[in-house]
């Protein structure tokens, strides 16, 4: 089961850190992503990581500004939201699967989604 929080409400510029908790298996083997919906879109990935190494994939929306990142002993991962944009509005999901993809429905494992909010 994966639970993801740390959404809400804040101002153009600030920042917010969403955490994915992981719990019934071990986060460890898995590569983690991060996606968010707007109404009415497709669900885009924005990061996503292997279980390990350096090949960390950012959409171009978010690079420069978003961080993934990983604590296999709290069992959690964990995106890193700075410089809030309006256009980064929305409903934020994390997934565990067996390897790095961009692709939703590859993944095996689905958190709920976490709401995200930025005023202008």
């Known amino acids: 089961q994966l639970q993801a929080s740390g959404g809400g409400l804040v101002q153009a510029g600030g920042s917010l850190r969403l955490s994915c908790a992981v719990s019934?298996?071990?986060?460890?083997?898995?590569?983690a992503g991060w996606f968010r919906q707007v109404p009415g879109k497709e669900r885009e990935a924005i990061s996503c990581m292997p279980y390990r190494g350096e090949n960390i994939y950012y959409s171009h929306s978010v690079k420069g500004r978003f961080t993934i990142f990983r604590d296999n002993a709290k069992n959690t991962v964990y995106l890193q939201m700075n410089n809030l944009k309006p256009e980064d509005t929305a409903v934020y999901y994390c997934a565990l699967g067996d390897y790095l993809t961009t692709i939703w429905d590859e993944y095996r494992h689905y958190g709920q989604g976490t709401q995200v909010t930025v005023s202008s």
């Open positions: 019934g298996v071990s986060l460890e083997p898995y590569a």
